[in-house]
């Protein structure tokens, strides 16, 4: 693509209804949050009877990290603390929607979190699913 063409693209029009979809957007998901608030258990401890039906496990740590990149690792593992912290005891109904933003919320700097590693897959850490019935 050449110059002539991005500018054409990219142009202040363009630029004014995408800001505006990402503002009502943005605006909408906001409302849905405020009017369905999570549900979370009181009693965390309450299902540590039942029986587990799956496990899932990783290593924190990189073991090819090097010194330059250690801090990065640590920034994730400090970064998971405090998401999971917000995910402990949260109650995720068959056929319901996990929504990362609606129940760990924007992860930013004013929030505690720090500058570290992207999560890749799923898995992180320890997990355990127990079944509810």
Do not use: C
Request: hydrophobic share 40%; glycine share 6%; aromatic share 10%.
């Amino acid at each position: 693509m050449n110059r002539q063409q991005l500018t054409e693209k990219h142009s202040l029009t363009n630029d004014l209804i995408f800001r505006l979809k990402t503002t009502v957007l943005t605006g909408k998901r906001l409302l849905k949050n405020v009017f369905s608030p999570v549900k979370k258990f009181e009693d965390k401890r309450q299902f540590t009877t039942e029986s587990i039906i799956a496990f899932s496990e990783s290593e924190l740590w990189n073991p090819f990290d090097n010194k330059d990149n250690w801090i990065l690792t640590a920034g994730k593992i400090e970064n998971l603390r405090i998401a999971s912290q917000r995910l402990d005891g949260l109650e995720i109904k068959a056929n319901e929607v996990f929504s990362f933003w609606k129940h760990v919320g924007n992860p930013n700097f004013g929030k505690g979190y720090v500058v570290g590693r992207e999560m890749e897959r799923s898995a992180v850490g320890q997990s355990a699913v127990r079944r509810l019935m």
